[in-house]
């Protein structure tokens, strides 16, 4: 069961985040994920170095072509869901990239 | 009224499945059922995504550069994220507006949102509020083998209320409700049920003709005056038929039938029209739209375009060609079906 | 005072379904007070490196489970510190010892893996790692592999020099009885092999094994007179953050570095006094990053000098590493491995390496790393 505090605690966080720009410094492709990933596999991570020099370690999503990834290439925060919570759980949402 | 729609945002998902390729799988003639829904294909969001990420992409368009406070956060949908907590306020959380609002969850079929909208206006007209913010999102699914598969589509349309440098005006409202029962979900169960042929002449069509002539009566208008109309599209047949029915022309709907390609979004489908729409009216044309909700009602409303929409007009049709196909077994996994 | 090394044992590292985590660490403390020749109630205090035991067992209480099985009443402590579990264990045995607080002290390494799925180890593993790399979804594969792509770039390396690491070690792990896996795999085979984190496929990558180890370790003059051994020269430790994206680079680990200079600067050698190594390959690309970060090779060298295989033990170059077959192939039950280690440095230096044998070993190197790189442990021993 995932703490509903963490969740709400986090959440302000992830807020802080949301918009903001960054270019790819490194990836990989997850294809062995735990078991709270799995549905969404194989997955897409960057290691995305912010505007504001700030590192930070989320899924690209919505990259139509792996072929694309490159160092310095432009992604923008924004939201989704990816831990998949048991049915009961508050819903842990999460930063994750997306190409511009 | 000086109410009127300040700022607008969308969102639809990247990835289109085929109508021809869900056929295939069940053994349907493909071009059959096309021709018979008037649609080719619809989006799908991913298994990452729900109403509120989506909420979250088309909110934070509109609220860009938006900067009154929000007095009101509307969320209409029929696929919350949560049978029983707000969706409106974690959206409001992560848009930042503070805590001095309304937040308020709506749901009504296709028309959650449009409802919000006539209480948004509400609040704005009367002074009690600044500006406020009603979101339309789904990710609505169809029961596999059923009709509503090639239909039942993603996206996610945001508009901003307000009185300051509107770029539609709001000229009147007018809302139709009835008890019919033709589409609806009982708690607990996974998909929607519906009433087959039940859906249309006695809802749909009732509805959405009942709104319409309510609205051209009140305001002495007549299906001329209008240069564009955008109808609620749960396939791509009937707001052409109700548009005929209603003296209105094929090229005054022509740029809002975007269900051919991207499906309906439930909540988010006339809106969604209406924005595609709003890619080519200029200032002073005059929109007549209405939206539909099973169960069933419609809302009508008049808009008029002011020269603001030039500068804050958003480009849709090009950006829905930006766009990836998947096969049936990733639609699946993308709808948590399998 | 010294701390010297008297005994040594090790349990077979693989998939022992027959045993549970506790069993094998009854089996390991056995047999290394068999093969030293003691009692259990000669030694003054027991040290124990595990790190899933909270999670896999619900045991959060491992001294009192240990007490619990040998009737006794011993001071005995948990040691943690993510994969460095084993290597902290020994640190902190070499200190104990050292500050004159117990003179004879076994120190035991364990992990029991194979109980449940692989996804869970990997969920669990990932305990190692931060908050926010634990929430992107990414895996400990992934966290190396980020880093290997950032190397393989800068220095025009390609996945051929990582999987020259993973050959080696097998070739080395054929002729080690205990280790998980004792077969010979090709360079061919590692680049062909399932992909897990593109770019690191199965073969880049150690395996998921039980498995336990332990040491004696004493300051007892008697006992080394009696016994012999190896002493350890220096135990050093460091860490840095927790989380890939709070390091200063991508293609070190600053932990071993300031470890490795500490150890060095301590047992007053130089490096290319160690001809034997036991270094941190979790990953082909760790082995890479040890050989630099602990100073043996420049930066960027290690992917051509590993392809050359300059430290496999056919080649009798100047410093062979990982005789015992590394994590790779020797197997990684995560808190065992720091003992084992130092456990193969002991059996070469003692001549007891069998098939394994290096010729005219004075001093050996053992490093164990934490997580990314959060802990590292760097040891040094010589006869």
């Given amino acids: 069961m995932i703490s509903p505090v963490k969740v709400w605690r986090r959440q302000k966080t992830i807020r802080d985040l949301l918009g903001k720009e960054g270019s790819i410094v490194t990836w990989t492709k997850i294809f062995t994920p735990p078991p709270q990933f799995k549905h969404i596999a194989p997955y897409t991570i960057v290691f995305v170095k912010l505007e504001n020099g700030q590192n930070i370690c989320a899924q690209l999503v919505d990259c139509m072509d792996d072929s694309l990834l490159e160092v310095g290439k432009k992604v923008v925060v924004t939201l989704r869901k990816l831990r998949e919570s048991v049915s009961e759980d508050v819903i842990p949402y999460t930063i994750a990239c997306k190409c511009i | 009224m000086k109410t009127g729609i300040t700022s607008y945002g969308f969102y639809v998902p990247q990835y289109r499945i085929r109508v021809a390729d869900i056929a295939n799988v069940w053994g349907k003639n493909a071009s059959e059922i096309e021709r018979g829904l008037g649609v080719i294909e619809k989006a799908v969001s991913t298994a990452a995504e729900d109403s509120l990420t989506m909420a979250y992409e088309s909110s934070s368009i509109a609220m860009s550069g938006h900067i009154l406070p929000i007095g009101a956060l509307f969320f209409g949908t029929e696929s919350p994220v949560y049978a029983v907590n707000p969706s409106s306020t974690i959206l409001g959380e992560l848009l930042d507006i503070g805590n001095n609002y309304l937040a308020y969850d709506t749901q009504f079929a296709c028309k959650a949102a449009t409802g919000a909208l006539i209480s948004a206006i509400a609040l704005v007209e009367g002074n009690q509020i600044q500006s406020a913010l009603v979101v339309a999102s789904d990710k609505a699914t169809g029961r596999p083998h059923d009709a509503l598969e090639y239909t039942a589509a993603s996206g996610s349309v945001s508009i901003i209320v307000g009185e300051k440098k509107p770029i539609l005006s709001i000229e009147a409202w007018e809302s139709f409700s009835s008890d019919t029962p033709d589409f609806w979900r009982r708690e607990g169960i996974k998909y929607p049920s519906h009433g087959g042929r039940f859906t249309g002449k006695p809802s749909y069509f009732k509805h959405i003709i009942g709104a319409v002539k309510a609205i051209l009566s009140k305001t002495k208008s007549k299906p001329e005056d209008f240069s564009y109309a955008v109808f609620h599209m749960p396939n791509g047949k009937f707001p052409i038929q109700v548009a005929a029915q209603l003296g209105f022309s094929s090229e005054q709907i022509q740029r809002s039938l975007i269900v051919s390609e991207l499906g309906n979004s439930y909540t988010a489908s006339a809106l969604m029209g209406l924005v595609a729409t709003l890619e080519y009216v200029k200032p002073g044309e005059k929109i007549l739209f209405a939206s539909y909700g099973s169960g069933a009602g419609s809302d009508a409303f008049i808009f008029t375009a002011t020269p603001e929409l030039e500068k804050k007009r958003l480009l849709f049709s090009k950006k829905i060609q930006d766009k990836k196909y998947i096969d049936y077994p990733t639609y699946l996994k993308y709808m948590r079906i399998i | 005072m010294k701390s010297q090394i008297i005994g040594y044992h090790t349990t077979q590292f693989g998939e022992l379904w027959e045993k549970s985590l506790f069993d094998l660490v009854e089996e390991t403390i056995v047999g290394v007070l068999k093969n030293t020749n003691l009692e259990i109630g000669q030694v003054d205090a027991l040290f124990f490196g595990n790190m899933l035991g909270g999670i896999l067992e619900n045991n959060l209480h491992a001294g009192a489970k240990i007490a619990d099985i040998f009737g006794i009443n011993t001071p005995i402590y948990r040691v943690e510190g993510a994969c460095a579990s084993g290597g902290l264990a020994i640190n902190l045995v070499h200190e104990y010892v050292q500050s004159g607080k117990g003179k004879t002290v076994l120190v035991v390494g364990a992990e029991k893996m194979t109980d449940v799925q692989p996804e869970f180890i990997t969920q669990g593993l990932m305990s190692a790692a931060s908050g926010e790399e634990q929430e992107s979804g990414i895996t400990f594969p992934g966290l190396y592999a980020l880093m290997a792509r950032v190397y393989l770039d800068k220095f025009?390396?390609?996945?051929?020099?990582?999987?020259?690491?993973?050959?080696?070690?097998?070739?080395?792990?054929?002729?080690?009885?205990?280790?998980?896996?004792?077969?010979?795999?090709?360079?061919?085979?590692?680049?062909?092999?399932?992909?897990?984190?593109?770019?690191?496929?199965?073969?880049?990558?150690?395996?998921?094994?039980?498995?336990?180890?332990?040491?004696?370790?004493?300051?007892?003059?008697?006992?080394?007179?009696?016994?012999?051994?190896?002493?350890?020269?220096?135990?050093?430790?460091?860490?840095?953050?927790?989380?890939?994206?709070?390091?200063?680079?991508?293609?070190?680990?600053?932990?071993?570095?300031?470890?490795?200079?500490?150890?060095?600067?301590?047992?007053?050698?130089?490096?290319?006094?160690?001809?034997?190594?036991?270094?941190?390959?979790?990953?082909?690309?760790?082995?890479?990053?040890?050989?630099?970060?602990?100073?043996?090779?420049?930066?960027?060298?290690?992917?051509?000098?590993?392809?050359?295989?300059?430290?496999?033990?056919?080649?009798?170059?100047?410093?062979?590493?990982?005789?015992?077959?590394?994590?790779?192939?020797?197997?990684?039950?995560?808190?065992?491995?720091?003992?084992?280690?130092?456990?193969?440095?002991?059996?070469?230096?003692?001549?007891?390496?069998?098939?394994?044998?290096?010729?005219?070993?004075?001093?050996?190197?053992?490093?164990?790393?934490?997580?990314?790189?959060?802990?590292?442990?760097?040891?040094?021993?010589?006869?």
């Fill in chain 3, 156 to 383: 025009k390396y390609d996945r051929k020099n990582l999987a020259a690491v993973a050959v080696k070690n097998h070739a080395h792990g054929l002729l080690n009885p205990t280790a998980h896996f004792r077969k010979v795999i090709t360079i061919e085979q590692a680049l062909k092999s399932s992909t897990i984190a593109a770019p690191l496929g199965l073969l880049d990558c150690s395996p998921v094994s039980d498995g336990a180890a332990s040491l004696i370790i004493t300051s007892d003059p008697a006992l080394i007179k009696k016994k012999g051994g190896v002493q350890i020269l220096s135990s050093h430790v460091a860490t840095d953050s927790i989380s890939l994206l709070q390091r200063d680079s991508l293609i070190e680990i600053k932990a071993t570095q300031i470890a490795a200079e500490k150890a060095f600067s301590e047992a007053q050698i130089k490096r290319s006094d160690i001809s034997l190594a036991e270094v941190h390959d979790c990953f082909t690309i760790a082995e890479l990053f040890a050989m630099e970060d602990i100073g043996f090779w420049k930066k960027g060298e290690a992917g051509k000098r590993a392809l050359n295989y300059e430290t496999l033990k056919d080649n009798n170059g100047p410093l062979i590493v990982n005789t015992s077959g590394g994590l790779k192939a020797s197997g990684h039950p995560v808190g065992a491995t720091g003992i084992k280690q130092v456990g193969e440095l002991y059996l070469q230096l003692i001549g007891k390496a069998e098939k394994r044998q290096i010729k005219n070993i004075k001093y050996g190197l053992a490093h164990n790393v934490g997580g990314s790189g959060g802990t590292a442990v760097v040891t040094i021993v010589g006869i």
